[in-house]
C-alpha cells in the first residue's frame, strides 16, 4: 500500500501578464494548474483584478487559461477610476463558449 497521499494531476495551467506601455514583451506576473475550467479561470480573473489594480492604470492585459488566450483593456469611468465591471466576461464561464456569468 502506497501512503504518499493523494496523487495530484494538474489540470489546466493559467497565466496572467501586462504589456506595459513601451514594452516588447508581456510581462507574466502569475500563474498556476488548476484541476479544473471552473477553478482555473477564477483564479486568473482574482489575480487579473489584483494586478490591475497594482497596476492602476489602463494597458493591455493578457490572460492564458488553458489554450484559450484573452486580451483585456480595462475602460476609465468618468470620475477617473479603472472600470472593471465587465472584466470578468472576457473568459467564458464554460470552457467551450458558454457566457460568463460571474
Do not use: K
Not at 502569475?30 to 483564479?43: F, I, L
Not at 472593471?84 to 464554460?94: I, Q
Amino acid at each position: 500500500m502506497d501512503n504518499r497521499g493523494p496523487v495530484i494531476v494538474a489540470g489546466m495551467r493559467w497565466q496572467v501578464g501586462v504589456l506595459r506601455d513601451g514594452a516588447e514583451n508581456i510581462d507574466w506576473t502569475a500563474a498556476g494548474d488548476e484541476p479544473d475550467w471552473a477553478r482555473a479561470r477564477r483564479h486568473a480573473l482574482d489575480e487579473l483584478h489584483a494586478l490591475i489594480a497594482a497596476e492602476d492604470c489602463c494597458q493591455e492585459y493578457r490572460l492564458l487559461v488553458d489554450s484559450v488566450p484573452a486580451i483585456v483593456f480595462p475602460g476609465i469611468n468618468d470620475d477617473g477610476t479603472l472600470d472593471l465591471a465587465h472584466v470578468n466576461d472576457v473568459l467564458a464561464a464554460d470552457r467551450y463558449g458558454e457566457t460568463a456569468t460571474t
